[in-house]
Each structure stands twice: as C-alpha cells, then as structure tokens.
C-alpha cells in the first residue's frame, strides 16, 4: 500500500508502475476508482471481477487503511488501495490512454463558489481522467446532487466526452452495476442518484492534449 505524505506534496516515482507485473494478466483491463470511501465498490469490484484490476485512491487515510486491510483478509489479488490526492497521483501512475474505465462515485460537492475548483470534475480533472481512458474507455460517474450532476454533464461533454445516453442526458442503472456503501443505502430508500456514463472517443479531443502532452517521456515502467 502507497501512502501520500502529509504535506500533499507529489508521489516520488520517477516511472511509471509496471501494472503487469503487480496484478498480472488482469493488468490488461486497469481501472481507477477515485474516492474509494468505506470501499463498497471497490471490494465487490474486485471479488465480482477477477478478469480485471483495480486501483483505488481515498484521501482519508483510515479509509485507505481499512479498505486495504478488507482487501488482504479476502486475498482479493486485483485490488490495490492508495491514499493520497487523485489529481496529483493519476498523472504519475498511469500512462495516457492506459485505463479501462474511471469511477467517480457521490464526490464532494464543494458547495462554495471559491472550491469550486476542487471538484473531480472542473474542466482540468476531466480533461486529464479523458485522457487517461483508452479509446472506448468508461467515465462512470454518480452523484446523489442533481445541480452538480447537470454542471458536469456540460462539463465533461464540452471536454470531449460522448455521452452513452445522449447529450446533456443522464443514464439509467445498469444491470450489471455495482453499488457503492453509500448507494446501497439510496437504493433501500428510494433517494435519486444521477449517473453518467461517458465513453472517450476513438481520437484524443483537443482539449486533453496538454494535460497529457510528455507523460510517454517520464521513464520505462518500474514495479509497484
């Protein structure tokens, strides 16, 4: 487990972690799930998963801690916790056009106008998760506050994502999907959460490129 310095300053990795080698075979199918929380999501997705890896990075550092021990005692190989912040630590372990899929799950809102530029999904942050994805690559983003829903579905269709149910439309629930600790609580009670599903499209939009624009020039891969 990687643990981020107090003083929020960068990870020291120099290269890319070599993702093969510390997941194996799953590594082909890398995704990332910001904000892990009580870690819900991120255990049900790697015991439901096999095929595929996960990482996921909690700010909290007791969170991080207890996820990561959940995961040990289930001997849930596919699953890496780091704690630390996803803006700065994204950039520097995965290569662009690395990731599967990206799961955003009920982030904080930022209710003030001055933080508004710490939310996941101001025009920087999006640009920079759409450029991590691989072609075809998945954005699932959730969130139980309907006017930070509708900003960022604006947001991240302007920053180039394809939206899979339709401009400015949110998603219904898949079948298949794997409910958070907090969404488990709103499917018993009926409380609405807006989804978003956003694909990244076949060629890198514009808007991406410099945010990602040197990250093949860091270094050859290095194990975790």
């Known amino acids: 487990m990687i643990f981020q310095g107090e003083d929020n300053g960068a990870l020291p990795l120099d290269r890319y972690p070599d993702w093969g080698a510390h997941f194996g075979a799953a590594a082909s199918e890398l995704e990332l799930e910001i904000g892990s929380g009580h870690g819900g999501f991120a255990l ?3 015991r439901l998963r096999p095929d595929s890896a996960l990482v996921a990075i909690e700010q909290r550092q007791k969170f991080a801690r207890e996820v990561a021990s959940k995961g040990a005692q ?10 630390g912040d996803a803006r700065i630590m994204a950039p520097r372990l995965f290569r662009a056009g690395s990731l599967a899929a990206v799961h955003v799950h009920f982030p904080d ?10 939310r996941l999904v101001d025009d920087r942050m999006s640009a920079l998760l759409l450029g991590l994805l691989r072609p075809g690559g998945l954005l699932d983003f959730r969130t139980d ?32 999907e794997i ?3 907090r969404e488990k609580r709103y499917l018993a009670s009926g409380q609405p959460v807006w989804r978003l599903r956003m694909r990244r499209r076949q060629l ?3 808007v991406a490129e410099p945010l990602l624009r040197g990250q093949e020039d860091v270094g050859a891969a290095e194990p975790i």
């Open 145 to 176: 506050v309907e006017n930070y829903a509708r900003g960022a579905v604006e947001r991240l269709e302007e920053v180039g994502f394809e939206n899979e149910a339709g401009p400015g439309r949110f998603s219904e629930r898949p079948e298949d």
């Open 109 to 118: 809102p930022w209710w003030k106008r001055r933080h508004f530029t710490r």
């Open 204 to 206: 890198l939009h514009r």
């Open 74 to 83: 289930r001997g849930l190989q596919n699953l890496l916790v780091l704690q």
């Open 44 to 46: 049900a997705f790697a």
């Open 179 to 181: 409910p958070s600790t």
